[in-house]
């Protein structure tokens, strides 16, 4: 049995103010403010289920704001692949709803469930999944389903997206995590600041998720874009004796 750390960033560019959002513990960020102070984290009773997700909206926190609403009503439910699928065709539609045709609105979102060490991955859009696993680091989604394989990410704010494409589906990965994995969510703009050796590097040798994310958000800098991240990191569950 693993047990989960996971630890959350949202780092603004002060020019255009908050266009992302993500889902940590249950929370979302309100549709108007100015990031995180820190790395909050949190460390899960031995095999409870994490749902966890980021957002990254187009011109706005708007759509990423709907989308993270939307998706925390529905997180309760979360448990496989199939779901996550069914949940994104939600959050279309929530956002396609709300758009207006002076202001589209569109996100790009990646979410994930664990439950045990079993997990659930879906992506749409730029934002991405990382999985760290013994000296590798591993990109575990791409655009979506119905897209053709690419050799690097779209550029953020590229690509199907929720609210604008309603024929896309998402990519959907499912697995298990092993005690030392690190499974790192994060928005477009994180992976086209950072090559993926530097990543590598800043999550082997930091000594916990909010160490990692807050250097991640350093080193990626401000003025290209929001930075939202969630990093979750498995270790083996301590077994207690039962006293005779």
């Known amino acids: 049995m693993i047990q989960l750390t996971t630890a959350c960033v949202s780092s603004v560019d002060e020019t255009k ?33 994490c749902v966890a997700a980021v957002f990254d909206g187009v011109g706005d926190g708007r759509a ?5 609403s939307a998706f925390r009503g529905a997180a309760d439910s979360l448990r496989r692949v199939e779901d996550l699928d069914a949940i994104f065709a939600r959050l279309h539609n929530e956002i396609a709803d709300a ?22 991955l879906a992506c749409l859009g730029a934002c991405r999944a990382y999985l760290m696993r013994g000296q590798a680091l591993y990109l575990l989604t791409r655009e979506c389903a119905d897209a053709a394989p690419q050799a690097a990410p779209p550029a953020p704010g590229k690509g199907r997206m929720l609210g604008a494409d309603a024929g896309a589906k ?49 080193r990626a800098g401000s003025g290209r874009g929001d930075i939202a991240a969630v990093l979750l990191k498995a270790e083996e569950a301590a077994v207690e004796s039962a006293e005779n």
């Open 17 to 49: 103010g908050n266009t992302s959002n993500l889902l940590f513990s249950g929370q979302i960020l309100p549709e108007r403010n100015a990031g995180l102070n820190g790395a909050p984290t949190l460390k899960l009773e031995p095999g409870a289920a």
């Open 64 to 68: 990423a704001y709907l989308a993270a």
């Open 99 to 120: 758009a207006q045709e002076d202001r589209p609105l569109a996100a790009a979102a990646v979410a994930a469930c664990v439950e045990d060490d079993r997990l659930a």
């Open 170 to 218: 998402p990519f959907t990965v499912k697995g298990a995590l092993q005690p030392g994995d690190q499974l790192l969510l994060c928005t477009g703009w994180l992976c086209a600041a950072l090559d993926a050796r530097e990543m590598l590097r800043i999550l082997a040798e930091s000594e916990s998720p909010s160490a990692a994310l807050q250097q991640l958000a350093r």
